[in-house]
C-alpha cells in the first residue's frame, strides 16, 4: 500500500531528527535577517525523502521546502514535503517538530501524513478513509470539536514572543488561546484532535508543502482548511507561498471568514 510506503519514510526522516536532537549541527538561514533557519538535521531528512520518493515513484513531482529543484508545473501527481515542519521548535530542543508528506493529485490533496517523532505520534489520512493518529502501537480515529459559534471557539497562537501584525485581530477573536508548541502541521493535528477550534497563519511564509498533507487530515476529521478570503488553495499556482491559511473545525469556518473580511 502507498500510505504504508510513506508511513515508512517518515518514520526513518524521524530517525535523522532524533540523531541531531539536543546534539551539536550546523545552522544557517535563507535570508539575512536570522529567519527561516535550516540545519544539518533538515537538509539530511530533504535529501534522504526525496531520493526514496524519487525511486518508489520516479515518474511523480517532488516539492520539498528545503530543495530548489521546483516542478515545472503541478499538474498529474506531486509530493509536497516539509522534511522538518517547525525547524525553531527543533532547534530550542523542543518536540513540537514533524516530518510532514502529502500527495497532490492534480491539485488535489489526497493523502497526508505526519510524524512527531520525539512524540512518536503519527497522524495520516487518505481521502475518504478518515484520519487517524498511531500512537503506541493504538490507533485513534480522529474528529473535530462540535463547536459551532467563533465567540466559543479556542485559537491556536504563536507564542507570545512572535507576534506579527495580523495577531491583533486574530486575538480579538475567539474564547480562549491555545498556545503553539510546534509548526504548522501541529496547529493542523491539534485542532483535527478535537483539541482546539482554529488557527490563522499570520505568517506571510506558509507554503503549500505546510498545508498539502495536513488538509487531508483536517477535512477526513471535519474540519476545513482555505485561504483568507475563504478560497480553496490552489495548489496548482506556479509560487509556492499560500495567502494565509486558515484552518478549523469546520463549523465556525463561514463566520471566521467573514470576520476576518469585516476586519482587513
Avoid at 501541529?186 to 505568517?203: D, L, M, P, Q, R
Wanted: with cysteine; glycine share 8%.
Amino acid at each position: 500500500m502507498m500510505l504504508d510506503r510513506i508511513i515508512t519514510i517518515v518514520r526513518e526522516a524521524g530517525e535523522i531528527h532524533k540523531k541531531y536532537f539536543s546534539k551539536e549541527y550546523n545552522t544557517s538561514y535563507k535570508n539575512n535577517e536570522g529567519r527561516s533557519p535550516v540545519t544539518d538535521a533538515d537538509i539530511e531528512a530533504d535529501r534522504y525523502i526525496r531520493e526514496v520518493l524519487h525511486d518508489q515513484f520516479p515518474h511523480d513531482k517532488i516539492l520539498s521546502e528545503e530543495n530548489g529543484l521546483l516542478p515545472s508545473d503541478f499538474s498529474g501527481r506531486v509530493w509536497m514535503v516539509d522534511p522538518l515542519d517547525g525547524t525553531r521548535y527543533f532547534i530550542e530542543g523542543k518536540k513540537g517538530f514533524s516530518v510532514t508528506i502529502g500527495l497532490c493529485t492534480e491539485g488535489v490533496p489526497v493523502l497526508g501524513v505526519v510524524y512527531f517523532p520525539m512524540k512518536n505520534e503519527l497522524y495520516f489520512a487518505e481521502k475518504r478513509r478518515s484520519a487517524w493518529l498511531l500512537k503506541n502501537g493504538l490507533e485513534h480515529r480522529l474528529a473535530v470539536s462540535n463547536v459551532e459559534h467563533l465567540a466559543d471557539a479556542r485559537k491556536i497562537m504563536q507564542p507570545a514572543h512572535r507576534k506579527r501584525p495580523m495577531d491583533k485581530l486574530v486575538i480579538s477573536l475567539g474564547k480562549e488561546n491555545v498556545t503553539s508548541k510546534g509548526g504548522f502541521s501541529y496547529k493542523a493535528c491539534v485542532i483535527a484532535s478535537g483539541n482546539a477550534e482554529f488557527h490563522f497563519a499570520t505568517s506571510p511564509n506558509t507554503c503549500k508543502w505546510d498545508t498539502c498533507a495536513t488538509q487531508v487530515i483536517v477535512e477526513e476529521a471535519g474540519g476545513k482548511i482555505t485561504d483568507k478570503e475563504g478560497n480553496p488553495i490552489d495548489y496548482m499556482q506556479k509560487d509556492s507561498a499560500l495567502n494565509h491559511p486558515i484552518i478549523s473545525n469546520g463549523f465556525i469556518h463561514d463566520e471566521l471568514i467573514e470576520e476576518m473580511k469585516k476586519n482587513s
